[in-house]
């Protein structure tokens, strides 16, 4: 019988959240460790940190020994979060104070490195460390560029740096910036699994695709949920360009596709509460959620049909159970 994600956690969370303070160490003055712990405490599923020991104790028994690889894992995960809130002015996370809101901006950042940093030494001291290293700094290396890319996405008509905003450019920031790391973390439960060369590469691939599912759920969910940020439709607050709307700006009409960059382009101290519901309306009326929706369906049958899925049972439907109210 494999285990769910529910029998990985009660087996294996602990330990993982033991590996995780554990790596800010004993002296609690310091405050690089306080801001990390800090971080950590807003919460979160782990999910990224719990993959390795659960596709590794599924397909071979061998989950304690992915355990250092999924703290690791996940202590750069969060290193990401930190200088995500900071880079797109989020005040909370999961209805927590942001540490770059707490701390400032300048101790945000070093706290990001921070966590980076301890996530490496964690991973490359771990059994199967050595042949990760290079692939999680690879993978680590497309999402820094998924970060990139969005911001360019976002950049102004003229400017030098923008990237034209549509589905295919969207696509590959996304597999950048959210899809990279997932796949990373299957590539680590399967190489600490003792998989062959094709089975790993095929692992990874399945992870990249659910961190893909994974970021349009999110996008989604910001439209039609509530994802801890203080208000629904944040990501229209900051201009972020989600699946949503990038499919939007391909489908809709004219006048609702400038409707929508109107407000996207307003400087986010101007966008205000009214301007967020009008966004959300245009959405709903092009037909642009309807067709997010259909794309999670859709996406939900692929996973289930991979090979990989044998591994991880009932993730596909974990990414998607915020937003199955609105499927």
Same mark, same amino acid.
């Given at each position: 019988?494999?285990?769910?994600?529910?029998?990985?956690?009660?087996?294996? !969370? &602990? +330990? =993982?959240? *033991?590996? %995780?303070?554990? @790596?800010?160490?004993?002296?609690? #003055?310091?405050?690089?460790?306080?801001?990390?712990?800090?971080?950590?405490?807003?919460?979160?599923?782990?999910?990224?940190?719990?993959?390795?020991?659960?596709?590794?104790?599924?397909?071979?028994?061998?989950?304690?020994?992915?355990?250092?690889?999924?703290?690791?894992?996940?202590?750069?995960?969060?290193?990401?979060?930190?200088?995500?809130?900071?880079?797109?002015?989020?005040?909370?996370?999961?209805?927590?104070?942001?540490?770059?809101?707490?701390?400032?901006?300048?101790?945000?950042?070093?706290?990001?490195?921070?966590?980076?940093?301890?996530?490496?030494?964690?991973?490359?001291?771990?059994?199967? !460390? &050595? +042949? =990760?290293? *290079?692939? %999680?700094?690879? @993978?680590?290396?497309?999402?820094? #560029?998924?970060?990139?890319?969005?911001?360019?996405?976002?950049?102004?008509?003229?400017?030098?740096?923008?990237?034209?905003?549509?589905?295919?450019?969207?696509?590959?920031?996304?597999?950048?910036?959210?899809?990279?790391?997932?796949?990373?973390?299957?590539?680590?439960?399967?190489?600490?699994?003792?998989?062959?060369?094709?089975?790993?590469?095929?692992?990874?691939?399945?992870?990249?695709?659910?961190?893909?599912?994974?970021?349009?759920?999110?996008?989604?969910?910001?439209?039609?949920?509530?994802?801890?940020?203080?208000?629904?439709?944040?990501?229209?607050?900051?201009?972020?360009?989600?699946?949503?709307?990038?499919?939007?700006?391909?489908?809709?009409?004219? @006048?609702?596709?400038?409707?929508?960059?109107?407000?996207?382009?307003?400087?986010?101290?101007?966008?205000?509460?009214?301007?967020?519901?009008?966004?959300?309306?245009?959405?709903?009326?092009?037909?642009?959620?309807?067709?997010?929706?259909?794309?999670?369906?859709?996406?939900?049958?692929?996973?289930?049909?991979?090979?990989?899925?044998?591994?991880?049972?009932?993730?596909?439907?974990?990414?998607?159970?915020?937003?199955?109210?609105?499927?």
């Amino acid at each position: 019988m494999k285990l769910g994600l529910r029998e990985t956690r009660e087996r294996f !969370g &602990a +330990a =993982l959240e *033991a590996r %995780v303070d554990g @790596a800010f160490g004993q002296d609690d #003055e310091i405050l690089l460790a306080v801001m990390g712990r800090a971080h950590m405490a807003t919460g979160g599923k782990r999910i990224r940190g719990l993959l390795p020991s659960w596709i590794a104790e599924n397909a071979a028994g061998a989950g304690e020994r992915a355990l250092d690889l999924g703290a690791g894992l996940e202590l750069i995960h969060n290193a990401t979060l930190v200088h995500d809130d900071l880079q797109d002015g989020d005040s909370h996370r999961r209805g927590q104070e942001t540490l770059w809101r707490r701390f400032g901006a300048a101790q945000a950042i070093n706290a990001g490195d921070g966590l980076y940093f301890l996530g490496m030494e964690l991973l490359a001291g771990a059994a199967d !460390g &050595a +042949a =990760l290293v *290079a692939p %999680v700094s690879r @993978a680590m290396l497309r999402v820094i #560029e998924g970060q990139v890319m969005e911001f360019q996405l976002q950049r102004p008509a003229g400017d030098a740096a923008r990237i034209e905003p549509g589905a295919a450019a969207w696509e590959r920031m996304a597999r950048g910036k959210t899809g990279a790391l997932f796949g990373a973390c299957f590539r680590a439960g399967a190489v600490a699994a003792g998989l062959g060369a094709a089975e790993i590469d095929g692992a990874a691939e399945h992870g990249e695709a659910l961190g893909l599912v994974f970021q349009v759920q999110d996008d989604y969910l910001d439209l039609v949920g509530d994802k801890g940020r203080g208000q629904r439709g944040s990501d229209l607050a900051e201009g972020k360009l989600s699946f949503p709307v990038v499919w939007a700006y391909e489908h809709a009409d004219r @006048a609702t596709a400038d409707a929508l960059r109107a407000i996207l382009s307003a400087p986010r101290a101007d966008t205000d509460t009214a301007m967020v519901e009008r966004g959300l309306d245009l959405l709903a009326r092009c037909g642009a959620l309807d067709a997010t929706a259909a794309w999670l369906r859709d996406a939900r049958t692929q996973a289930l049909e991979h090979p990989a899925a044998r591994w991880v049972p009932g993730l596909a439907e974990e990414i998607l159970a915020p937003v199955i109210h609105a499927l």
